[in-house]
């Protein structure tokens, strides 16, 4: 018999102690030309983010012209006055360069990646892009058309569609914020280059706007790059520009989107609430979480784990407009879909929920895991120089102070249960939600109409 070899056991690797982080805090300084800089060191990303931030926000398009800033957006990386369009890309494409560009309710962003041997090659391509922008008559028309096309799709889908409506419901007429962010079809038809180049010249300057750069700036002479690339960009001084308050009506009510033959149901019930500058943000995030940021969350655990209704659905607070004085507004909102028989008893399993929750109260347990989710994850969450970048670049919009992130994370790992319950209760309010229905009305209209959410109205899908 042979004999069997023994095997040795190497010892089991034990994890280290926990390093302490925070989120990184960014050096502010400025150009010559009035640019703010924001800059964040970060060693090992060879990768480097840079967000310019530009005060041309959605308010500001002219009347009839929804969506100018979207095409001028777009219209950034389609030539200047040293390259053509196809010339730009190329540039964009031989230094390893991404360039997007959106407008959104507080302005415009461009976010550039590119590798830091790179730098000063892609800073000078936005440098151009925002110093002189070609805006070629082909080049909108084409745009024009691009957006033209999206609509459709958008229209098409449920989530897009409920989003749409939500908005319409909430928001009064006259506001931007009721209106698609990209514009309609009858307001983009009327966009050319003339519209891009007029809401560019009177919105876009150093003066007004914002550099974050981060990642791995070792033997970068950052201030000579910046001075050379976006420090030639000029531009006039700007008169402050008034903001209109943010007026919404959330009487509780329900819209039927009507998709004849659904087969499921797309939910979307909101309201608004307050920004970040609100000292309730912090516990209104955590019991958010706690109701619906993740599978474990109170609504999944009804709807998706016990009743099989659907896939998944989710409670967030998006900010919509954020400033100091209390103007700002965030949207609070319920999200998901079910199948088409179960809309009524879903709805009435998430009333349920939340009425629970308001007599309740949430537990400990949940607290402590929303914690660890939220604040236990945020070094992975903030790996790449382009996730802090962004985050910057949102506290910019947002006219938060650069340690604000840093801050929140502390706050949150602080907020007890009874404060988490009290945000959570009073931001999903069971008597005022608007809640927007994108379905099959002959089927759904009945059993909504029966829970007494609210008067039903029922509008065509277009």
């Given at each position: ?218 033997g970068v002479d950052l201030d000579a790059l910046l001075a050379d690339t976006l420090g030639a960009w000029t531009g006039s001084q700007a008169q402050p520009r008034p903001v209109p308050p943010v007026v919404a009506d ?213």
């Open positions: 018999m042979t004999e069997l070899a023994t095997m040795e056991f190497h010892p089991r690797p034990q994890a280290g102690e926990a390093k302490p982080w925070a989120f990184p805090a960014p050096e502010r300084g400025a150009l010559d030309n009035g640019l703010t800089v924001l800059r964040c060191h970060r060693p090992g990303q060879q990768v480097v983010a840079v967000e310019v931030v530009l005060d041309a926000p959605l308010d500001a398009e002219p009347e009839g012209l929804d969506g100018v800033a979207t095409i001028m957006a777009r219209a950034f990386s389609e030539g200047t006055d040293k390259h053509s369009a196809e010339e730009f890309a190329a540039e964009l494409e031989r230094c390893g360069a991404t360039l997007d560009a959106h407008a959104d309710h507080p302005g415009v962003r461009l976010s550039l990646e590119v590798p830091a041997s790179r730098l000063a090659k892609g800073l000078g391509l936005v440098a151009d892009a925002l110093r002189a922008p070609a805006f070629a008559d082909s080049e909108i028309e084409r745009l024009v058309r691009n957006r033209l096309d999206e609509i459709p799709h958008e229209l098409a889908n449920p989530s897009r569609r409920a989003a749409k409506e939500l908005a319409k419901e909430l928001f009064p007429a006259s506001a931007r914020m009721s209106r698609p962010r990209q514009g309609t079809e009858e307001t983009v038809e009327r966009i050319d280059s003339a519209a891009v180049r007029g809401f560019y010249e009177k919105h876009v300057r150093p003066a007004t706007a914002t550099a974050v750069v981060v990642g791995d700036l070792t959330d009487t509780g009510r329900v819209v039927i989107v009507d998709r004849p033959g659904a087969v499921q149901t797309q939910l979307l019930l909101g309201r608004t609430g307050p920004d970040r500058h609100d000292r309730v943000w912090p516990a209104q995030v955590l019991g958010t979480y706690c109701l619906g940021g993740t599978l474990t969350s109170r609504l999944d655990r009804v709807l998706r784990e016990e009743k099989g209704y659907t896939y998944g659905v989710r409670a967030f607070g998006q900010v919509l407009r954020s400033a100091p004085d209390g103007t700002g507004a965030s949207m609070l909102a319920i999200s998901g879909s079910v199948d088409t028989p179960n809309t009524g008893p879903a709805l009435d399993d998430l009333w349920t929920v939340l009425r629970t929750l308001a007599a309740e109260g949430l537990t400990d347990d949940e607290r402590d895991v929303a914690v660890q989710n939220l604040v236990g994850v945020a070094p992975l969450k903030y790996e790449t120089a382009a996730a802090v970048a962004s985050t910057l670049a949102d506290q910019v919009e947002q006219h938060l102070p650069d340690h604000y992130q840093a801050d929140l994370y502390r706050q949150l790992a602080a907020t007890g249960t009874v404060e988490a319950t009290a945000a959570v209760v009073n931001a999903f309010p069971v008597d005022r939600l608007v809640t927007v229905l994108v379905g099959d009305a002959a089927q759904i209209k009945a059993p909504v109409e029966a829970l007494g959410i609210g008067e039903v109205t029922v509008v065509p899908a277009e």
